[in-house]
């Protein structure tokens, strides 16, 4: 290990070309989780409903549908993906965007969440170099990318993305990594508390819900990553990157102003921004007030 870590020092081009490969594969991996994992909380949901009310179970052995069951197949013809058709990025520009056997265009959001994952995994390691931080960084990134294009889509923030999630930035802290324990204890709880206390007085007021739970729980993870002095500056940034995307897609007339916008994908932005250029935020904004 050591040896491989003094070889990725010494030649920055093969640790970039690593980092890039198994990105991408991982990129491959989340646009399974992306599709699977939403179908798995909606069975699991549904099985959970039928127990609570004593509803009789169904007669047909369900199929195993997991993240590594079934094979992944064309959802039009049933077609099998073999090894070769699933390279990423690649098998998608070979095939022409369609399945090998009955030619149904493929959505083109696996070879762009393949190369989005890669594109921010190699900015994480140009930030962090050869270290822990990247490491971990990487973890983070490849979680917020999930949560963005889960929630985008279904309107869902999994507890198994968010609280692993949360946790795990309290343990790589107490080493201090990213910042001190303290930080990231308070940082968890107050990012918790912040959108809760904005959910209940919106209610209050409104009568309506504004935000759903798992926006309390990705915010209290990013305060556990990054600590509770980062908080105001996601919050910020949220905002603003919600409102620049929202008013674009109602300009051009790609979302209807009666939809909600779910506010996960622009935490999970704005966090990242924050935990690769956060410092830099600051700085100028401190230069811009002095």
């Keep these: ?23 991408l594969s991982v990129g491959s991996f989340l646009n399974v989780v992306i599709y699977r994992l939403p179908v798995m909380m909606q069975n699991e949901w549904r099985t959970d409903c039928k127990n609570f009310l004593e509803l009789e179970p169904d007669k047909k052995t369900p199929e195993i549908f997991n993240l590594s069951k079934p094979d992944s197949s064309c959802p039009n013809c049933g077609h099998k993906i073999r090894a070769w058709e699933n390279i990423p990025v690649i098998s998608y520009m070979v ?18 969440i393949e190369i989005v994952t890669a594109l921010l995994s190699v900015l994480i390691a140009i930030k962090f170099g050869v270290s822990g931080e990247t490491f971990f960084g990487l973890i983070f990134t490849w979680a917020l990318v999930s949560l963005t294009v889960i929630d985008a889509k279904t309107q869902l923030l999994p507890d198994d993305i968010t609280l692993p999630l949360l946790w795990l930035g309290i343990l790589v802290n107490t080493s201090g990594l990213y910042t001190d324990l303290e930080s990231s204890v308070f940082g968890a709880i107050a990012g918790y508390l912040i959108l809760w206390s904005i959910y209940k007085l919106f209610k209050l007021v409104t009568g309506k819900e504004g935000m759903g739970y798992g926006d309390f729980k990705l915010l209290a993870a990013l305060g556990a990553w990054m600590g ?6 996601i919050i910020l940034l949220s905002s603003l990157v919600g ?13 209807d102003k009666g ?8 935490l999970a932005i704005a966090g990242w921004i924050a935990f690769v250029w956060g410092a830099e935020i600051n700085q100028l904004w401190l230069n811009i007030q002095a």
């Design 228 to 233: 509770w002095v980062m908080l105001p500056q």
């Design 259 to 266: 939809v909600p916008i779910p506010f996960g994908p622009y």
């Design 1 to 23: 290990m050591q040896n491989t870590l003094i070889e990725f020092q010494n030649n920055p081009w093969l640790f970039f070309t690593t980092v890039t490969l198994i990105s």
């Design 243 to 255: 409102a620049v995307i929202g008013i674009s897609m109602i300009m051009i007339r790609k979302h």
């Design 95 to 112: 095939l022409g965007g369609k399945c090998s056997s009955c030619k149904t265009h493929i959505s083109i959001q696996y070879p762009v």
